[in-house]
């Protein structure tokens, strides 16, 4: 079992759909990202909060919008996403963004996304 | 243009044998590298980690080689299990620049029994 939870698994939604994605850690980390999957390609990385700050955001398109609310969740925010954005989004957490000793980043199993 | 690179896209080991995976690594402020190995339908897991003061980690039946003037590192895994199959990903980041991984294409390793 993963200690960063992702929900949903699974996600349809139409181009003019908004949804949400969800992940939660309790492992008191302090670091939080978002990384996109397409299919037989390695994760990528999309945005990374440190202490509940938007530390980076690697040029991801507006049509999504990262949220943490607290220092255990992190929401990633869809609306109007092409048939391209279909992808596996991982969320993974780590204990800081700037260990004096990196630590390893621990993810989610990621939710699933198709863009009809 | 690839950082890191896996130029092994699929290894096929028989049960009990090694298993080596390898990756190669183009920039050279990379001080702190990762294994991860992933099933279908799930996230990356965590394997074993290297920082660049050292050339070997061992942790049970996985240890990392870095060779660093070579800009290379290896995962040897033995004896290989069936439950070993997955899709293998090496990762790497520079220390004190934001934890970010830079990840390999991925091998995927086959178990024979």
């Known amino acids: 079992d993963t200690e960063v939870t992702q929900t949903p698994k699974h996600l349809v939604m139409g181009m003019t759909n908004k949804k949400s994605l969800k992940c939660e850690q309790h492992?008191?980390?302090?670091?939080m990202y978002w990384y996109k999957q397409k299919a037989k390609k390695p994760p990528e990385l999309m945005f990374v909060?440190?202490?509940?700050?938007?530390?980076i955001n690697e040029s991801v398109p507006s049509r999504f919008s990262p949220e943490c609310p607290n220092s255990s969740l992190l929401n990633l925010h869809l609306h109007a996403l092409q048939p391209e954005d279909s992808a596996l989004y991982l969320c993974a957490s780590s204990q800081g963004q700037r260990d004096r000793y990196n630590s390893p980043l621990h993810f989610g199993n990621g939710t699933r996304l198709t863009v009809t | 243009d690839q950082q890191v690179k896996q130029n092994s896209p699929s290894l096929s080991v028989q049960e009990g044998r090694i298993s080596i995976l390898n990756c190669d690594y183009t920039?050279?402020?990379?001080?702190?590298f990762l294994w991860y190995k992933k099933y279908p339908a799930e996230g990356p897991t965590f394997l074993i980690s290297?920082?660049?003061?050292?050339d070997k980690n061992e942790d049970g039946r996985f240890t990392v080689f870095l060779n660093k003037s070579a800009k290379h590192l290896s995962l040897h895994i033995v004896p290989s299990q069936p439950g070993d199959s997955a899709v293998y990903f090496c990762?790497?980041?520079?220390?004190?620049?934001?934890?970010?991984?830079?990840f390999g294409g991925g091998t995927r390793l086959m178990v024979k029994p």
């Open positions: 920039n050279s402020m990379f001080d702190y």
């Open positions: 290297i920082s660049s003061i050292k």
């Open positions: 990762a790497a980041s520079v220390r004190n620049a934001g934890n970010m991984l830079t």
């Open positions: 492992m008191g980390h302090r670091a």
């Open positions: 909060y440190s202490y509940e700050k938007l530390s």
